[in-house]
C-alpha cells in the first residue's frame, strides 16, 4: 500500500472514461490524499480540460466515477469544501476586482477577508480594475482569488494556456502557498515546466490513458536523458532543437539548457557547428525529459517512471 492510499483520499478518479470529445482508451483511477499537492499533466489542452471538468462537475464521465471527499463534485464546490479556478469561471461583470472580492469574502462568510483574500492570491495592484478589462492572466489570477475566498479544504487550479512566464508564476504562488498551509492542490496544465518543481506527485494522462503516476523523484530516476548546462552565446535555438539526441532545450542571454539521450553526440554536434560550449555542465535527467519520453509516440510505458496505481483504487 503506498503512503497516498494510506492517507484519506480527498479526489478519487475509480476506472474513469474522460467524455466523448477526448476519450482515452483505458479507464483512468487515482486517488488524491488530504495534503498532497498533484499535478495532472497532458500533452494535449482538451485531455487537460477534460479531466478538470470531472474534477469541478462541469462534465460527466463516460464511464466510472469521480468524487471529492466521498461526495459528488458540485456537492463539495457548493458547501465550501472545494474551491475551483478553471478556464469556465466567469467573473460578474461591470464591477471593480476589489468589489468582486468584497462580494466573494462575503458569501464566504468572511472566512478569509477580502484584504487577506486580496494578499494571499496577489491580485493588489488589479484591485481598481473593471474585470472585464482583465486580461486572460489577471482573469486567471482574480479567478484564483475567488476560488479561495472559502478557505476551501480543496483547491482545483486548471492553467488556461497562452500565459507567459511571469503570470504563470503569479497564478502558481498562491497554489504553492496553499499547499504550504496544508491544504490538498490539484494543479491540471499541458506544461510540464510550469510544475515540474512544484508538484508532489504527476498524473500523466494521454489518449491511452494514464500513463504514470509518480513522484518527481521516480519521473526524473526513469529519465534516460542526461541535462547539459553551458554557454554559447553564437548559439540559436534552431541550432540546437538539431543537435543528435537532444529532447529539450531552453536558451536565454546565450545560457543554454539542454536534455539529451546522447551526451557525445551532442557535444560532437555541437562543436561541428563550430560552437565550443563553455562552462559546461552535466546532470542528471528531470522530470520534463521522462515525460517527454513517456508522451510521444513509442515511448513506452511508465515502468522506468514507477507507476504507482496501488494508490489508485484502494
Do not use: N
Amino acid at each position: 500500500m503506498t503512503q497516498a492510499s494510506r492517507r484519506t483520499s480527498v479526489i478519487r478518479f475509480d476506472a474513469v472514461h474522460l467524455p466523448s470529445a477526448a476519450p482515452p482508451s483505458v479507464g483512468i483511477s487515482f486517488t488524491v490524499p488530504a495534503g498532497e499537492l498533484a499535478a495532472v499533466v497532458s500533452p494535449e489542452p482538451s485531455l487537460a480540460s477534460a479531466v478538470a471538468d470531472l474534477a469541478t462537475g462541469l462534465a460527466a464521465p463516460a464511464a466510472g466515477t469521480v468524487r471529492l471527499f466521498g461526495d459528488a463534485p458540485l456537492a463539495a464546490l457548493r458547501d465550501g469544501r472545494a474551491g475551483a479556478a478553471s478556464r469556465h469561471c466567469g467573473l460578474l461583470q461591470q464591477v471593480t476586482v476589489s468589489e468582486l472580492l468584497a462580494i466573494v469574502a462575503e458569501l464566504a462568510g468572511g472566512r478569509r477577508p477580502a484584504p487577506e483574500l486580496t494578499e494571499w492570491a496577489g491580485v493588489g495592484g488589479l484591485l481598481r480594475r473593471r474585470t472585464e478589462s482583465l486580461t486572460v492572466g489577471e482573469r486567471a489570477q482574480v479567478s484564483l482569488a475567488v476560488a479561495l475566498a472559502g478557505a476551501p479544504e480543496l483547491l482545483i487550479l486548471e492553467e488556461p494556456t497562452g500565459l507567459d512566464e511571469a503570470e504563470r508564476e503569479r497564478l502558481l504562488v498562491p497554489a504553492r502557498a496553499e499547499a504550504a498551509a496544508g491544504r490538498t492542490v490539484l494543479l491540471v496544465t499541458c506544461d510540464i515546466d510550469a510544475v515540474s518543481d512544484l508538484a508532489d506527485r504527476f498524473l500523466i494522462v494521454d489518449r491511452s490513458g494514464l500513463v504514470a503516476d509518480a513522484s518527481a523523484a521516480e519521473l526524473a530516476a526513469g529519465s534516460a536523458a542526461r541535462t547539459l548546462t553551458f554557454y554559447a552565446p553564437t548559439a540559436t535555438e534552431d541550432l540546437l532543437r538539431g543537435l543528435p539526441g537532444t529532447l529539450r532545450i531552453r536558451l536565454a542571454q546565450g545560457r543554454a539548457r539542454l536534455s539529451t539521450t546522447d551526451v557525445a553526440a551532442t557535444l560532437a554536434g555541437l562543436r561541428d557547428a563550430g560552437i565550443e560550449p563553455r562552462r559546461l555542465q552535466v546532470g542528471d535527467g528531470r522530470v520534463a525529459d521522462r515525460y517527454q519520453q513517456l508522451v510521444e509516440p513509442g515511448g513506452g510505458d511508465a515502468s522506468g517512471a514507477a507507476k504507482t496505481t496501488e494508490g489508485a483504487a484502494s
